[in-house]
C-alpha cells in the first residue's frame, strides 16, 4: 500500500491550526485522539456526511455544534428534508446504518465523505458485516471525495479487502502526550475487584469519579445490584439496540458526572466527557468473550476521552487471563487457518450445488466459518479470515504475558508501570478471597523475613504485597507505620476490620464532626439517594457518640447535620416508618473530602 507522512510541528494542538481539509480518498492515520480531525470536517466550507459507528457521538457532536443534523433509525424523512432546504452548507451526521439512508435524499456527487473510527469497520465486521459495514463498502466511492479516518490504524493485514486500494498518510505528531498504564491482573474474580474499587469511592476513601470502561451491559448489572448503585451516584450509557435493564436510567454523555460511570464499548470512540475529577479504569474479563479490550485500538480510544481531566496522565487496566490461551503461536496457528480456507472453499461448492430449499435451510455459524450467504449462494468471504487471525492475535498478546501486554501498550505510545516483584507474587496477593487476618498475617511473615521474599527490604513499606493491602485496607498502612506496635495492635484488637477503621478515624488529625461523617460513611447505614429510618439514624448516631465520648443526646434529626435530607415515611416490614431520604453530602463535607 502506498503510505504519505505528514509532520504535525511542536505545539500543535488541532489538525485545524495546519490544515484547511483532510486529507482526501484515503486512509487517514490522525496520530492522536481528540485532535479535532471530526470538527474539521464539521467546520470546513464544504458539505459533508459524516459516518460515525455510535448514536452517542452524534449526540455529543450535534451538541456542540448548532449547524449539524444527526440522522439515526429515528430520524424522519420530513426532518432530512427539511433540514436539506433551509442549510447553507449541509453537515450531515449518520451512523454505519442510517447511511444508505441518507444518500436517498442528496446527490452523493454534491458532497463529502468522512468515515470516522474507520477501524471499527474492521472489529465490529464479525457481526455487522452483512448489513451496515458491507453496504458502506459499496457506497463510498459515489461520493465527490471520500476520507476514512482514525487515531488506531491496524496492521496492514488486518485492513478489510475493499480499502486495500486506498493509499495511507500518517499524521506524524512530534509532541505525543506520555499516558502511563497502571495494570492490574486478577486472577480470581474480577468483578469483586471491581466492587471493591467502586465502594472504596463511593466511601470517599480514593477522590475523585470512576469511570469504569467494560463491554459488557450485564457487568454493569451486576455492579449496580452489588454496590447499591442508583441514579443520583452512579450513571451507566450503553447502547440503544441493548434492551436490558441494568436497574439504572440509560444515561448520556452530556449528563453531569456521578461518582461512579459505567460505560459500555458505545462510549469507547470520540464521545467526549467532561469532568476535571474523572479517573478511567478499563476492565476486561478473560472469562467473558465479549469483555475482551484490545489495547491496539480501545486503549488508545479511552485514554482521550475525559478531555479536561487532571487525571489525563494516568489510565488503569483491570484484567484477567483468558479462557482462550494456548500455547500455539500466531504463525502455527495462521498454518492452521489456511488449512481451514481450503476446506471451507471446498464446502462452498458442496452447498451451492444443493437445491435452492436445500441452501434456505444450510446455516452457517460466522464464528466457526469463513463462508457467508449472499442471496442464498455461499461465497468465501477474506474478511473473516482476518478477523479471525485477528482476534487470536489480540488475545494472544494481550492475555497471555506481562511483558507482551508492555509491548503492546509501548508500541502505541503508552508508559507502562512495572512492578518490582515477579508477576505471580503480583497476582497473589491482588485476589480479594483472602481473608484480613490472612493478609495481615502475610505482611507479618514478610517483616519477619519469610525466605519466600528474600528479594525484599524486611522494612519497606511499598512492596506490591504491602501496596496491595493497603489499596484493600486503607487504614492498615497507618496502623503498620508504627514498626514497634502496629501487629501488636491489629492483635489486641481481634482483628476487628470495623474497630479498627474506628480507631484509625478517632486518630485522624480532623474536625470533630468530620470523624463523626466518616464514621456514618464506615457504618454503610446512609446510602445516598436512599432512605434511613428516624429510629436506625438515632441508634447509628448514639453509638458513633459513645465512641467518640460525645455526651450529647442522639437523635435521627442529627443526619441532617452532614447530609442534604428530606423527611420521608415508607413502610418497612410491613409498618409505615418515618425516616429521611438521603439527597447528598452537605457543602461543608465535599470539600472536607475533596
Known amino acids: 500500500m502506498i503510505m504519505k507522512k505528514i509532520t504535525i510541528p511542536s505545539g500543535t494542538k488541532y489538525l485545524s491550526d495546519i490544515m484547511n481539509e483532510l486529507p482526501l480518498n484515503c486512509l487517514f ?122 487515531a488506531t490504524v491496524l496492521e496492514t493485514e488486518f485492513i478489510l479487502e475493499e480499502l486495500l486500494i486506498l493509499p495511507i498518510v500518517v499524521a506524524e505528531w512530534e509532541d505525543v502526550r506520555e499516558v502511563t498504564v497502571n495494570s492490574v491482573q486478577c486472577i480470581g474474580s474480577v468483578s469483586q475487584t471491581v466492587i471493591y474499587l467502586i465502594r472504596m469511592f463511593l466511601e470517599n476513601t480514593i477522590d475523585g469519579n470512576a469511570y469504569i470502561f467494560v463491554n459488557s451491559v450485564d457487568f454493569i448489572k451486576e455492579m449496580v445490584k452489588e454496590c447499591n448503585l442508583n441514579d443520583d451516584n452512579a450513571r451507566a450509557i450503553w447502547g440503544r439496540s441493548n434492551k436490558k435493564v441494568t436497574g439504572l436510567v440509560r444515561g448520556s454523555s452530556n449528563d453531569s458526572p456521578k461518582k461512579i460511570n459505567l460505560l459500555t464499548s458505545t462510549c469507547f470512540e470520540c464521545v467526549d466527557f467532561y469532568d476535571e475529577d474523572g479517573k478511567i479504569y478499563i476492565v476486561s474479563d478473560g472469562k467473558k468473550a465479549h469483555t475482551l479490550t484490545d489495547i491496539s485500538t480501545s486503549f488508545q480510544q479511552i485514554a482521550g476521552r475525559i478531555r479536561n481531566t487532571k487525571h489525563w496522565n494516568h489510565i488503569n487496566h483491570i484484567f484477567s487471563t483468558t479462557r482462550y490461551f494456548s500455547k500455539i503461536s500466531y504463525t502455527e496457528y495462521k498454518s492452521e487457518v489456511e488449512k481451514s480456507i481450503l476446506e471451507n472453499k471446498k464446502n462452498i461448492i458442496e452447498y451451492n450445488s444443493l437445491s435452492d430449499s436445500g441452501r434456505e435451510k444450510m446455516n452457517v455459524e460466522a464464528n466457526t466459518s469463513y463462508i457467508t450467504k449472499v442471496n442464498n449462494n455461499f461465497v468465501f468471504d477474506s474478511n473473516k479470515v482476518k478477523i479471525d487471525l485477528y482476534n487470536f492475535k489480540v488475545t494472544k498478546s494481550l492475555y497471555s504475558l506481562r511483558v507482551n501486554i508492555s509491548n503492546e501498550l509501548v508500541s502505541k505510545g503508552f508508559k507502562v508501570v512495572e512492578h518490582i516483584l515477579n508477576i505471580q507474587n503480583e497476582v497473589r496477593v491482588i485476589e480479594k478471597e483472602k481473608t484480613f487476618k490472612e493478609t495481615v498475617e502475610q505482611l507479618k511473615n514478610l517483616d519477619e523475613g519469610d525466605s519466600e521474599y528474600d528479594l525484599i527490604s524486611v522494612y519497606s513499606l511499598d512492596t506490591p504485597l504491602h501496596r496491595a493491602a493497603f489499596d484493600k485496607y486503607p487504614f492498615l498502612e497507618k496502623i503498620l507505620s508504627d514498626k514497634i506496635n502496629g501487629f501488636n495492635i491489629i492483635e489486641e484488637y481481634k482483628y476487628h476490620i470495623g474497630n479498627l477503621k474506628k480507631r484509625h478515624i478517632k486518630l485522624l488529625p480532623i474536625s470533630l464532626e468530620m470523624k463523626i461523617f466518616k464514621l456514618i460513611i464506615q457504618t454503610g447505614k446512609v446510602p445516598l439517594g436512599g432512605f434511613v429510618s428516624a429510629s436506625d439514624a438515632k441508634s447509628m448516631f448514639a453509638s458513633i457518640y459513645k465512641d467518640l465520648g460525645i455526651k450529647k443526646t442522639a437523635l435521627g434529626s442529627h443526619l441532617k447535620m452532614f447530609f442534604e435530607t428530606k423527611s420521608h415515611t415508607q413502610r418497612v416490614k410491613g409498618e409505615s416508618t418515618s425516616g429521611y431520604i438521603v439527597k447528598t453530602t452537605k457543602i461543608l463535607f465535599e470539600k472536607e473530602i475533596s
Do not use: W
Open 29 to 150: 492515520d490522525k496520530g492522536k485522539v481528540g485532535c479535532g480531525g471530526t470538527t474539521l470536517a464539521l467546520t470546513n466550507g464544504k458539505p459533508y456526511v459524516i459516518a460515525v459507528p455510535f448514536i452517542p457521538l452524534i449526540e455529543s457532536k450535534a451538541s456542540q455544534n448548532s449547524n449539524v443534523l444527526g440522522v439515526t433509525g429515528d430520524t424522519s424523512s420530513l426532518e432530512i428534508k427539511k433540514y436539506l432546504k433551509e442549510a447553507e452548507t449541509p453537515k450531515i451526521m449518520v451512523t454505519y446504518d442510517s447511511l444508505p439512508k441518507v444518500i436517498k435524499y442528496i446527490n452523493p456527487l454534491d458532497y463529502s465523505l468522512l468515515v470516522d473510527e474507520y477501524h471499527l469497520l474492521f472489529t465490529q465486521y464479525s457481526f455487522r458485516g452483512d448489513s451496515a459495514i458491507k453496504e458502506l463498502l459499496k457506497c463510498y466511492s459515489s461520493f465527490k471525495e471520500y476520507c476514512f479516518m482514525t
